[in-house]
């Protein structure tokens, strides 16, 4: 399973951290679904391009048009990574969040009340996929049911019985569980009822091959620190209509045709919701991320996650006291996300633990999926470990072993609650 990391490398791969005991190893990032470490070939280009850096769109200098094509070139490579249509906008933004929280703002109002538009989203969703729809539209969501089969009749119920719905906001991959609905069933059911498909893609581009083009989704919105590039740029990928009508998400420089003291005219296009100094480098580093993933045998990725993933659910499966959380037991293909807990240890001791006696960095929590782990019985929280690219499967191997010294043995050290926080 190791052949990945030497086909793709990340930075960072071999940072030694202290124990409590004094000694230093290597660290085993198992939170790589919070935020990836960048590929090398992404460190790399921003430093081929960083000299290159200068004002972007309205600088007439020669490094200024430079960086414009670099970024207006990232933009085309963001949407091809994700298969782009021919009249598709690609839109920066900063994350995820911010796609959704964007999207939320273009949704139509219905066109017979002047009633905000009507968004069906599930209950298991990242707050993320959740609250903009909430706050922005007139959302209905929905519980999960037991399986994916009736979780899909219970949205296709919902659309036709409940609607009409201007669109469906999914998660291409859950936070929590990795899992999802068949995309293609949900695109089918949506589309039937007329409404339009929303992606969450934060869990999923990184480590599946997605097309917009291909699968029919709507839209799609994901996160470059999940994607392997640095933090701070994202971007919201779809269709074109309701991004011109929408109200510009910001209002700034860039995103205005004319601006008279009574009136002001707005672009369509990018630029209508990108106003102010755009994230260059952001794009440029998430756009290099795109092409590395795109120069790899999707399917070499995927071999290399579902054995990191396999493995960790079997090891698991295999300690008394230890449950894996899972929405749905039919549920195909997840990504390399796993959430567990460990009875009678409090998930903030057992991620303490795992950081401070193994050098393991997890996640502990509820994940910002707050209604799911409710709905799951997990309203205590529970810990996540989560694999990608660059997870060698020595990682996966030292956080079975040290869950398994926890039961067997107990923590070694002395840890308590300080401000919310374990900590020895
Ligand atoms: N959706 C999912 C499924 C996620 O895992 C995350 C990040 N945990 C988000 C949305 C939000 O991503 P970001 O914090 O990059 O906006």
Redesign the pocket.
């Known amino acids: 399973v190791d052949g990945v990391a030497a086909v793709l490398p990340v930075v960072g791969a071999d940072t030694l951290v202290p124990l409590v005991d004094g000694r230093r190893v290597p660290y085993a990032n198992l939170d790589v ?2 935020s990836a470490p960048a590929l090398q070939a992404v460190a790399d280009h921003v430093d081929r391009v960083l000299p290159l850096y200068a004002s972007v769109h309205r600088g007439a200098g020669y490094l200024s048009q430079v960086s414009t094509a670099l970024y207006e070139q990232a933009r085309r490579t963001i949407g091809a990574f994700v298969g782009a249509r021919e009249d598709d906008l690609v839109l920066v933004t900063r ?4 796609s959704l929280n964007l999207l939320a703002g273009c949704v139509p109002a219905d066109p017979a009340t002047g009633a905000p538009g009507r968004v069906l989203v599930l209950d298991i969703e ?1 707050h ?2 959740l609250l903009p729809w909430q706050r922005d539209t007139d959302a209905t969501v929905l519980a999960g049911g037991p399986s994916v089969a009736a979780t899909l009749d219970a949205v296709r119920e919902e659309l036709r019985d409940g609607g009409p719905y201007a669109l469906v906001a999914i ?1 291409g991959a ?2 929590v569980t990795g899992e999802a609905l068949s995309v293609a069933a949900v695109v089918e059911i949506a589309h039937a009822a007329g409404a339009r498909v929303v992606l ?1 893609g ?2 999923l581009v990184p480590h599946r091959p997605f097309s917009l083009a291909a699968s029919g989704v709507d839209y799609v919105a994901f ?1 470059g ?2 994607t392997y590039a640095p933090y701070g740029a ?1 971007a919201l990928v779809g269709r074109r209509d309701w991004l011109d009508a929408g109200t510009p998400y910001l209002a700034g420089g860039g995103a205005v045709r004319r601006v008279r003291v009574a009136e002001t005219t707005w672009h369509e296009g990018p630029a209508r919701h990108e106003a102010g100094s755009p994230n260059v480098i952001g794009a440029v580093a998430l756009a290099a991320a795109a092409e590395a993933l795109r120069a790899v045998d999707p399917a070499e990725l995927a071999v290399h996650e579902a054995a990191l993933r396999d493995r960790l659910v079997a090891g698991l499966a295999e300690i008394d006291r230890v449950q894996v959380v899972r929405c749905w037991a039919d549920a195909v293909d997840p990504v390399g996300v796993v959430t567990f807990t460990v009875a009678g240890y409090d998930p903030g001791l057992v991620a303490a633990f795992l950081s401070a006696e193994h050098g393991i960095g997890v996640r502990d929590g509820r994940f ?1 999926a707050h209604p799911l782990l409710g709905r799951l019985g997990f309203d205590a929280g529970a810990v996540r470990a989560s694999v990608g690219v660059g997870t060698p499967g020595a990682d996966v191997e030292r956080l079975v072993a040290a869950v398994r010294s926890l039961v067997a043995d107990g923590p070694q050290a002395q840890y308590d609650v300080v401000d919310g926080l374990w900590v020895v």
């Open positions: 679904a919070a994350n995820t969040t911010d990242h993320a996929n998660t859950s936070n969450d934060a869990q996160s620190h999940k994202g910002c």
